[in-house]
Nanobody
């Protein structure tokens, strides 16, 4: 089992920054990839970014490339997402997701609201 807890969301103005954290506990060694997803108001959940735990290689959706950075502090079992130059379309509930060969897990989410 793996447990994920997100934090760091909040209200920010357009152009501002936030850093989200995802605390990971449990059998973390069984997870190969860590992801951030988001769910805008009234829409489905969408992919934002991922990091491959073996080498730290990161991938991003086109909508956040160049503005968001995903990283992981392995000893601290924490995944981060630094979000810069935020725009109202970035608003939503942000979820941390962990995936391994046999299982995957989701956190409860943290709300991000970007005002115009």
């Amino acid at each position: 089992q793996v447990q994920l807890e997100e934090s760091g969301g909040g209200l920010v103005q357009t152009g501002g920054s936030l850093r989200l954290s995802c605390s990971v506990t449990g059998r973390t060694s069984s997870m190969d990839y860590m992801y951030w997803y988001r769910q805008p108001p009234g829409k489905g959940r969408e992919y934002v970014a991922e990091i491959r735990r073996s080498d730290g290689h990161a991938y991003y959706s086109d909508s956040v490339l160049g503005r968001f950075t995903i990283s992981e502090d392995i000893p601290a079992n924490t995944v981060y997402q630094q979000m810069n130059n935020l725009i109202p379309d970035d608003s939503g509930v942000y979820y941390c997701h962990a995936a391994g060969i046999r299982a995957h897990y989701w956190g409860q989410g943290t709300q991000v609201t970007v005002s115009s």
